[in-house]
């Protein structure tokens, strides 16, 4: 039973029996009146609760259909009934996200007005940031580790952004913050690729096996580790964990394809082909699978479909410099001398030093 009407109803019995006493009906007629009003309006909050619930779970139904403009309809309404209903203001910014991310981030806010002690919102709102103003994520991230020194995420996150940015010293400090307060998988990856970067290869072995050892899952820790086994030049044991990194993710696109990068420079083409193959089926618009098919075709004389190849590289990533360089090289072999002299100038511009060498002896 509903405590309000217990309450009311333990007054009112207390307040009948004293009027009983005295047989004042003039007064008891009012507590009546007044007890019933009450009543009446505890009756009127439920019917609207409900009301705002029910609005609300249809929405999540909606949300679960990606029917997001009528989830957003019946989320407005829960919320217009209930003003503090948090759980509303979480899907419905779920539904704006994708189309407008701005009205996403202030129902995270509203969410946080209302909840100060919970900073997930923050961190929802950093992660829209980060796909369009990144010095806002930045000061959202600064903002969630002011409340607590133990927001071990919000300091990882900052060296992603440092990362993205190509200051690698910067974010190795930050992901060094961060082990600090925990240590995790995640994180020990995301340095040790900072030392890939940097070039400190034993750093970043160390990190990538102690990821490996805190959660052997991860498919990407494997192949960031062949990596840089092949930066050392140890292939033998940069194709070892390429195939742990595929037998981990058997659609790993980035595994197949940089496993076909060494079987390449090995000339073992075919075995490259098949897979470069199994990369496009997986995903037909990974640029890079595109350009190493390129150079498998170019390899067999087949100048034309290897153009075609780096075309479409070059239509899924417009900044593909090494795409750009072998179309260039595949060009010049089809005598079209002023399109390998324009790919090679864009793979110039794009920091291919390799491409300085073929303009200086054929464009200049």
């Not at 409900?50 to 949300?63: T, V």
């Not at 217009?80 to 539904?95: G, H, I, N």
Request: net charge negative; glycine share 2%.
């Amino acid at each position: 039973m509903n405590k309000k009407y217990l309450l009311f109803l333990s007054v009112f019995f207390h307040v009948f029996s004293a009027f009983s006493q005295t047989n004042d009906s003039t007064q008891l007629s009012i507590i009546e009146s007044q007890f019933s009003d009450s009543i009446a309006l505890i009756n009127e909050q439920n019917e609207h609760l409900k009301a705002s619930r029910d609005a609300y779970n249809e929405g999540l139904l909606l949300l679960e259909n990606k029917n997001y403009i009528e989830a957003i309809s019946h989320f407005s309404t829960a919320i217009l009934v209930d003003s503090v209903f948090l759980e509303a203001y979480l899907s419905r910014a779920k539904c704006y996200e994708s189309e407008s991310p701005e009205l996403a981030i202030a129902d995270y806010l509203k969410i946080v007005e209302l909840d100060s002690l919970d900073t997930s919102p923050l961190y929802l709102v950093a992660a829209l940031q980060m796909n369009t103003d990144m010095n806002a994520a930045k000061q959202t991230y600064n903002s969630i580790i002011s409340l607590s020194d133990t927001e071990y995420k919000a300091v990882s996150q900052l060296g992603v952004i440092a990362f993205l940015i190509k200051d690698y010293t910067k974010a190795e400090q930050l992901f060094s913050q961060s082990l600090v307060i925990n240590t995790n998988a995640y994180t020990l990856n995301d340095r040790g690729s900072c030392y890939r970067k940097l070039e400190q290869f034993d750093e970043a072995i160390k990190d990538y096996l102690a990821a490996i050892a805190l959660n052997s899952d991860l498919a990407f820790v494997y192949n960031n580790l062949a990596s840089v086994y092949a930066k050392n030049g140890d292939i033998d044991k940069a194709l070892s964990y390429y195939d742990l990194a595929i037998s981990k993710d058997e659609n790993y696109v980035v595994a197949y394809n940089n496993k076909a990068s060494i079987l390449l420079d090995k000339k073992e083409y075919e075995k490259a082909k098949i897979l470069i193959d199994k990369a496009l089926l997986i995903n037909a618009k990974y640029a890079p699978a595109y350009n190493n098919s390129g150079v498998i075709k170019h390899q067999h004389k087949k100048y034309k479909e290897a153009v075609a190849d780096f075309n479409k590289a070059i239509e899924l990533d417009g900044n593909y410099a090494k795409a750009y360089l072998n179309r260039g090289i595949s060009r010049q072999m089809t005598r079209d001398e002023d399109g390998a002299c324009s790919d090679w100038n864009k793979a110039k511009e794009l920091g291919i030093m390799m491409a300085k060498k073929y303009l200086a002896n054929d464009c200049e």
